[in-house]
């Protein structure tokens, strides 16, 4: 993207509620567990838009399968890409010639790209704006915080108590900026074996109520490894994953519309 936009088209657009996912390092699936927030506001019959602030390593389009999709600048401002179950996206990945292209920004222009993401797209009404934050507490994060009014965060994590320590970092970070956080969802906590039908967990024994404990945050879902959701992301239909795991729909998202109704 090679020239700034400098439209301001915000006071179009009417957000009701604005959702941050974050964690405290990459690989810990948080992309994908922003999908599946998503995806359970749209079930639930929310309007729904996702805003891919990873902007250099951006995963939302293929989650979604709309990575070749072109997102346009109109008069009204930048257009989003739309979901086969009309979730809007916005992502960077969508304004390039090439997905495969690197983007080699330095941190300023990230997070203003990020901020144009938020103002100069037609978003119109939405009952929610879910937010992929990049991994980490880096500049991107701190722009979204401070400049997005942003209602809550969902923090994600893994069972390793590495993990659990950069997580505190990511929870610190939220509470110092005043950013109420919605609960924590725990990705690959266990695998479920077909054969068995027992719950190994690959990662050993999961650290994450001791952060709940201290921080007196709900857990929103312990999320299993599971083949099934790792082949429709990769196929981009991960929207059709509610449909398939009866266990995810019922208690990720009786947890997750109760939480966020908090906020």
């Given at each position: 993207?090679?020239?700034?936009?400098?439209?301001?088209?915000?006071?179009?657009?009417?957000?009701?509620?604005?959702?941050?996912v974050?964690?405290?390092?990459?690989?810990?699936?948080?992309?994908?567990?922003?999908?599946?927030?998503?995806?359970?506001?749209?079930?639930?019959?929310?309007?729904?838009?996702?805003?891919?602030?990873?902007?250099?390593?951006?995963s939302?389009?293929?989650?979604?399968?709309?990575?070749?999709?072109?997102?346009?600048?109109?008069?009204?401002?930048?257009?989003?890409?739309?979901?086969?179950?009309?979730?809007?996206?916005?992502?960077?990945?969508?304004?390039?010639?090439?997905?495969?292209?690197?983007?080699?920004?330095?941190?300023?222009?990230?997070?203003?790209?990020?901020?144009?993401?938020?103002?100069?797209?037609?978003?119109?009404?939405?009952?929610?704006?879910?937010?992929d934050?990049?991994?980490?507490?880096s500049?991107?994060?701190?722009?979204?915080?401070?400049?997005?009014?942003?209602?809550?965060?969902?923090?994600?994590?893994?069972?390793?108590?590495?993990?659990?320590?950069?997580v505190?970092?990511?929870?610190?970070?939220?509470?110092?900026?005043?950013?109420?956080?919605?609960?924590?969802?725990?990705?690959?906590?266990?695998?479920?074996?077909?054969?068995?039908?027992?719950?190994?967990?690959?990662?050993?024994?999961?650290?994450?109520?001791?952060?709940?404990?201290?921080?007196?945050?709900?857990?929103?879902?312990?999320?299993p490894?599971?083949?099934?959701?790792?082949?429709?992301?990769?196929?981009?239909?991960?929207?059709?994953?509610?449909?398939t795991?009866?266990?995810?729909?019922?208690?990720?998202?009786?947890?997750?519309?109760?939480?966020?109704?908090?906020?």
């Amino acid at each position: 993207m090679e020239q700034v936009i400098n439209f301001d088209f915000k006071n179009k657009n009417k957000i009701k509620k604005i959702v941050a996912v974050m964690s405290g390092k990459g690989g810990v699936g948080k992309s994908t567990v922003t999908g599946l927030v998503a995806t359970t506001l749209r079930n639930a019959g929310h309007s729904v838009g996702i805003l891919d602030a990873d902007i250099t390593g951006p995963s939302i389009p293929k989650l979604f399968g709309v990575n070749k999709k072109k997102v346009f600048q109109t008069e009204e401002g930048l257009t989003t890409a739309e979901t086969v179950t009309g979730i809007k996206v916005m992502s960077l990945n969508l304004l390039l010639e090439n997905e495969d292209e690197p983007v080699i920004w330095r941190g300023p222009m990230l997070g203003s790209t990020v901020q144009q993401f938020h103002d100069d797209v037609v978003w119109g009404e939405l009952d929610y704006l879910v937010i992929d934050l990049p991994p980490g507490t880096s500049d991107v994060t701190l722009t979204v915080l401070q400049q997005i009014k942003v209602d809550g965060i969902i923090v994600v994590s893994t069972p390793q108590d590495l993990v659990q320590l950069i997580v505190n970092k990511s929870i610190i970070m939220a509470n110092r900026l005043e950013t109420p956080i919605i609960g924590l969802v725990e990705n690959m906590s266990y695998f479920m074996c077909d054969k068995c039908e027992e719950k190994h967990f690959l990662f050993g024994e999961s650290h994450v109520k001791k952060v709940l404990d201290e921080y007196q945050l709900p857990l929103i879902a312990e999320l299993p490894i599971d083949k099934t959701l790792v082949s429709l992301a990769d196929e981009g239909r991960i929207e059709l994953y509610p449909s398939t795991n009866l266990t995810f729909r019922d208690e990720f998202g009786k947890n997750l519309l109760s939480e966020i109704e908090k906020i």
